[in-house]
C-alpha cells in the first residue's frame, strides 16, 4: 500500500511559478514510477509527466515541455513537480500518482495509487 499526499498548489499569475511536491509513505517508492496529471472542470483527467523509479527517465506532454520539471529524492521518498510560464490553460486539480512499473509511465491505467489532488489556479 502506498499513500500519496500532493502538496503546493494555489493561485498564481500568468507567467508565474509554482512547484508541487508529494510525499509517499509505503513501500518500495525507488522501486515505482511516478506520475503528475491534472484535471480541469468539464474535463477528463490528463497526463502532464512522468518519471522512471531510478529518475534517469522522464516524459512530458507536449504543453508543458520546456516550463515543467518533474524530479523525485528516492531517499526522502518524495517527488515534485517544479511550473514555470505559468498559464490559464494549466489551471487544473493536480494529482500526483504512483505505478508498479519501473519505466516511465504516461498511461492513467498504469498507475495504481493516487493522492487527493491539489488545486493550481493561474489567473490572466
Known amino acids: 500500500q502506498v499513500q500519496l499526499v500532493e502538496s503546493g498548489g494555489g493561485l498564481m499569475q500568468a507567467g508565474g511559478s509554482l512547484r508541487l511536491s508529494c510525499a509517499a509513505s509505503?513501500?518500495?517508492?525507488?522501486?515505482?514510477?511516478m506520475g503528475w496529471f491534472r484535471q480541469a472542470p468539464g474535463k477528463e483527467r490528463e497526463f502532464v509527466a512522468a518519471?522512471?523509479?531510478?529518475?534517469?527517465?522522464?516524459y512530458y506532454t507536449d504543453s508543458v515541455k520546456g516550463r515543467f520539471t518533474i524530479s523525485r529524492d528516492n531517499a526522502k521518498n518524495t517527488m515534485n513537480l517544479q511550473m514555470n510560464s505559468l498559464k490559464p490553460e494549466d489551471t487544473a486539480v493536480y494529482y500526483c500518482?504512483?505505478?508498479?512499473?519501473?519505466?516511465?509511465?504516461?498511461?492513467?491505467?498504469?498507475?495504481?495509487?493516487w493522492g487527493q489532488g491539489t488545486q493550481v489556479t493561474v489567473s490572466s
Open positions: 518519471i522512471s523509479a531510478s529518475g534517469s527517465s522522464t
Open positions: 500518482a504512483a505505478s508498479p512499473v519501473m519505466g516511465v509511465a504516461t498511461n492513467t491505467g498504469q498507475y495504481v495509487y
Open positions: 509505503g513501500r518500495a517508492f525507488s522501486t515505482r514510477a
